[in-house]
């Protein structure tokens, strides 16, 4: 029996996010929930957004007067996250805790710089130990394995960053946030990275990427806002781990990349989709590795749930 968490009713959520894989300055579709970034500067129209393949978002919660605020994820390039920060002018200092959905180089390439804008020392970064197995990479045949950079304990430590491990859930920002830690894999279709494989002293082994997690908010009136970084362990065993994690079955919104782009996951579009429609949350929104193919499936299966996401995007869910 999985010990219940205690998560903080919040009034506000609003997650912006600093790095996605798609951006559209024309879209002109604000409403009391999407907020897009501007593309002005000095009164022009000079002032880009970079969409990357990789994910990154700022996370605020508000309860009455109070505000906090995290970072979950870094980007994929040196440059994508920070450039988005600086050019939207997003107060980086503001941000109290950071973690990190998974020990893939999409999601951790902007980590140094990332820090150097928040700017401060023994900040915590939650993290699954699983983040840190290496080396991790790609097998498409003998001869051919396409590795992933890989994240060093000791290179996040000399960024002054205090790293905090754990498989299980770890509430964050004083119990308004959870960092849901392993995540159960319960369904019958979400079997994870076929191709994916790290290395155990020596021995090759297929990685489960069992580091793969989410961040979880609950709003009061609304239910679990369920974000994921690519959702390795399936995003509905994502959100069922919430629900079982939280013991609250109301899902508001599932966010996050859902990996289902590309020939080994498209088979699952429709039946993620099928379980997601089940799961019946008020907003669905697909990010980062989903891919386009899934996306659109997913808009058109659920097209009075769905948001369109990208580079530079506020997303506001309040009770």
Request: glycine share 10%.
């Amino acid at each position: 029996m999985r010990d219940i968490v205690t998560l903080n009713e919040v009034d506000k959520v609003e997650i912006l996010t600093l790095q996605d894989n798609y951006i559209d300055i024309t879209a002109m579709d604000n409403n009391e929930i999407v907020t897009r970034a501007m593309p002005l500067a000095d009164g022009e129209i000079k002032n880009s957004i970079l969409a990357e393949h990789g994910f990154c978002a700022v996370v605020k919660t508000t309860k009455g007067d109070e505000t906090r605020t995290m970072l979950f994820d870094f980007g994929f390039s040196d440059i994508g996250a920070a450039y988005n920060a600086k050019k939207i002018g997003v107060p980086m200092g503001d941000v109290e805790v950071m973690a990190l959905s998974h020990g893939h180089s999409d999601h951790f390439g902007g980590f140094k710089e990332m820090v150097d804008l928040i700017g401060k020392k023994d900040i915590e970064l939650v993290v699954h130990p699983g983040a840190f197995a290496s080396p991790r990479y790609l097998k498409f045949g003998e001869e051919f394995k396409v590795y992933f950079p890989k994240l060093v304990r000791e290179e996040i430590e000399k960024e002054g960053v205090r790293i905090i491990e754990t498989e299980k859930p770890y509430p964050l920002l004083d119990g308004d946030a959870l960092f849901l830690g392993y995540v159960e894999r319960t369904t019958d279709f979400e079997k994870g990275f076929p191709v994916a494989h790290y290395e155990d002293e020596g021995t090759e082994k297929w990685d489960p990427i069992a580091d793969d997690t989410a961040l979880v908010v609950n709003v009061k009136g609304k239910g679990l806002v369920v974000l994921s970084g690519c959702a390795h362990s399936g995003i509905v065993n994502t959100v069922f781990t919430a629900q079982a994690a939280t013991g609250i079955d109301k899902i508001h919104a599932v966010m996050g990349g859902f990996h289902l782009s590309g020939p080994l996951f498209e088979p699952i579009i429709g039946r993620t989709t099928e379980e997601l429609q089940k799961i019946n949350p008020d907003y669905i929104i697909p990010t980062h590795c989903t891919g386009r193919n899934a996306i659109m499936h997913i808009e058109k299966e659920m097209p009075g749930k769905f948001i369109l996401n990208m580079s530079g995007t506020k997303l506001t869910f309040s009770a």
